[in-house]
């Protein structure tokens, strides 16, 4: 699988930005699909998934605000991030595996470059 993220930036807070991830290898409309951060100096984490099943998940710190989205023509998973705080930032890692679970599991890869995120006030 190779997995290629874009659309990070450096943004104020308040801002908006929209990831993008081609995923090769791997059909997003049939895998769970998720989108994880790394901040700095923390471990990654799920902020946002579609499960095998469809039901969407959310951490808590996101919701309202993230939008996640796929579109199985293109096999791109989308991020939409609105209202942007200092603590979204950080790298952020797509992926597609068999359950959202599994995806954050430290043996679970492999993963790309992901895309560096950077809110400042």
């Known amino acids: 699988v190779q997995l290629q993220a874009s659309g990070g930036g450096y943004v104020q807070t308040g801002g908006s930005l929209r990831l993008s991830c081609v995923v090769s290898?791997?059909?997003?409309?049939?895998?769970?699909v998720g989108w994880f951060r790394q901040a700095p100096g923390k471990q990654r984490e799920l902020v946002a998934g579609?499960?095998?099943?469809?039901?969407?998940y959310y951490v808590d710190s996101v919701k309202g605000r993230f939008t996640i989205s796929r579109d199985g023509a293109k096999n791109t998973v989308y991020l939409q991030m609105n209202d942007l705080k200092s603590e979204d930032t950080g790298v952020y890692f797509c992926?597609?595996?068999?359950?959202?679970?599994?995806?954050?599991?430290?043996?679970?890869?492999?993963w790309g470059q992901g895309t560096q995120v950077t809110v400042s006030s």
């Open positions: 992926n597609a595996g068999s359950t959202l679970a599994r995806m954050t599991k430290w043996d679970f890869g492999p």
């Open positions: 579609f499960s095998v099943g469809r039901n969407l």
């Open positions: 290898g791997r059909a997003v409309e049939n895998h769970a």
